[in-house]
T-cell receptor, first 115, second 109 residues
Framework: DAEITQSPRHKITETGRQVTLACHQT?????MFWYRQDLGHGLRLIHY???????NKGEVSDGYSVSRSNTEDLPLTLESAASSQTSVYFC??????????????FGQGTRLTVV | DAKTTQPNSMESNEEEPVHLPCNHS???????IHWYRQLPSQGPEYVIH???SNVNNRMASLAIAEDRKSSTLILHRATLRDAAVYYC??????????FGTGTRLKVLA
């Protein structure tokens, strides 16, 4: 079955280190998204991509970067991890249709702790 | 994409219907109304979406006001498994989903 997987599921890192969170989907979806969710808050959009070599900034993109070299993967990189980036990160994908009727599929999340 | 407003929390008894409201007064003519829910410790999952007409699927029904400025997600018989945070999102051709804080539904046994 097609799926979307995130790795690792849990990670602890030190302040200042570079961290990369992986997201891999097997649906061949054009659209991919990264969100963060902090305790008591909804999901906030970090970056998104509409296809290979396309990336866009979301609501809270400072300190994060993404690259899209193929359809299946959208890794999220924290250039220099900060304690404020401690959060749960969700990746999502959706197909590109003529209208905005695409159901998005979310991964199980990566819990990142920056100490 | 239109901003949405939802109550912070609601309660329902098990086996009873639940009506979750959402206001989206600045919705444009091309915005679809999507509902997602997030069970504890999981990623969000799709529930239903619509444009103008009411919609039904195996999970829920979506009732859209005639002026489209509000909508209601209807769970016909709430179960304990339906306890989750429900998000109402309006989006058009951008395909991206901007989440609000949602409604936390508590189902009482």
């Amino acid at each position: 079955d097609a799926e979307i997987t995130q790795s690792p599921r849990h990670k602890i890192t030190e302040t200042g280190r570079q961290v990369t969170l992986a997201c891999h989907q097997t649906w061949n979806h054009n659209n991919m998204f990264w969100y963060r969710q902090d305790l008591g808050h909804g999901l906030r959009l970090i970056h998104y991509s509409y296809g290979v070599h396309d990336t866009n900034k979301g609501e809270v993109s400072d300190g994060y970067s993404v690259s899209r070299s193929n359809t299946e993967d959208l890794p999220l990189t924290l250039e220099s991890a900060a304690s404020s980036q401690t959060s749960v990160y969700f990746c999502a994908s959706s197909p590109r249709w003529g209208g905005a009727v695409a159901e998005a599929f979310f991964g199980q999340g990566t819990r990142l702790t920056v100490v | 994409d239109a901003k949405t407003t939802q109550p912070n929390s609601m309660e329902s008894n098990e086996e009873e219907p639940v009506h979750l409201p959402c206001n989206h007064s600045t919705i444009s003519g091309t915005d679809y109304i999507h509902w997602y829910r997030q069970l504890p410790s999981q990623g969000p999952e799709y529930v239903i979406h619509g444009l103008t007409s009411n919609v039904n699927n195996r999970m829920a029904s979506l009732a859209i006001a005639e002026d489209r400025k509000s909508s209601t997600l209807i769970l016909h018989r709430a179960t304990l498994r339906d306890a989750a945070v429900y998000y109402c999102i309006c989006t058009s051709g951008t395909y991206k989903y901007i989440f609000g804080t949602g409604t936390r539904l508590k189902v009482l046994a």
